[in-house]
């Protein structure tokens, strides 16, 4: 992925800062961003298996938005900004990331 950042298009809408919106701007993360947020992906087992932890500390930090904000977002949302946030780690042949389900 080259794009410095994705913008993604809410289900719903969400409050951020006391506003609503409807779409969350990921930018890419830097190496702090991955120290304080982990790996959004843990292999076992010869699959990779996303960590909603990381992923939401993610979504909150490279999307600007509070943990609350990212506490209301929509099942579909959050496994489109995972699929968005592996994207910038890249992808080996090895290993595909899918949410569990």
């Not at 992925?1 to 409807?22: N, Q, W």
């Amino acid at each position: 992925m080259s794009d410095d950042s994705v913008t993604i298009r809410l289900s719903a809408p969400i409050t951020a800062h006391g506003s609503e919106i409807e779409s969350v701007t990921l930018r890419r993360p830097k190496g702090k961003d991955i120290v304080a947020c982990g790996y959004p992906l843990q292999l076992g087992e010869g699959a990779a298996v996303p960590q909603a932890g990381a992923i939401a500390k993610y979504i909150a930090r490279l999307g600007g938005i509070p943990p609350s904000s990212v506490d209301q977002i929509a099942p579909e949302d959050f496994n489109e900004a995972l699929g968005v946030i592996v994207g910038f780690f890249g992808q080996s042949d090895q290993t595909e990331a899918k949410a569990p389900g």
